[in-house]
């Protein structure tokens, strides 16, 4: 059984950061891309960020320049830093991932979600 456990949400000002962990724990063989959704009140759930597990990373356009995904192999962890916030990034963000474990083949797997609320 793999479980993703994310940490790292909050209330915040404009104009302030966080910073998002995201942990991966159980029977895992390998993780392939890990990435970062979110979903606003009423909208759909939507990618943020994604990292290979060779590094490349890919981003929404709102997020270029202010977010940055991060990841520590060792550790099974993928990281969100996220600067210059806006109230419109306020949302639950998910963790997901594409894990091979030693019982199943390649799956994808997503966090419960930490919520992110960025107001004055």
């Known amino acids: 059984q793999v479980q993703l456990v994310e940490s790292g949400g909050g209330l915040v000002q404009p104009g302030g950061s966080l910073r998002l962990s995201c942990a991966a724990s159980g029977s895992i063989f390998s993780i392939n891309t890990m990435g970062w959704y979110r979903q606003a009140p009423g909208k759909e759930r939507d990618l943020v960020a994604r990292?290979?597990?060779?590094?490349?990373?890919s981003y929404k356009d709102s997020a270029k320049g202010r977010f940055t995904i991060s990841r520590d192999n060792a550790k099974n962890t993928v990281y969100l830093q996220m600067n210059s916030l806006k109230p419109e990034d306020t949302a639950v963000y998910y963790c997901n991932a594409d894990i091979t474990t030693w019982g199943r083949p390649l799956w994808n797997y997503w966090g419960q979600g930490t919520q992110v609320t960025v107001s004055s």
């Open positions: 990292i290979t597990s060779g590094g490349s990373t």
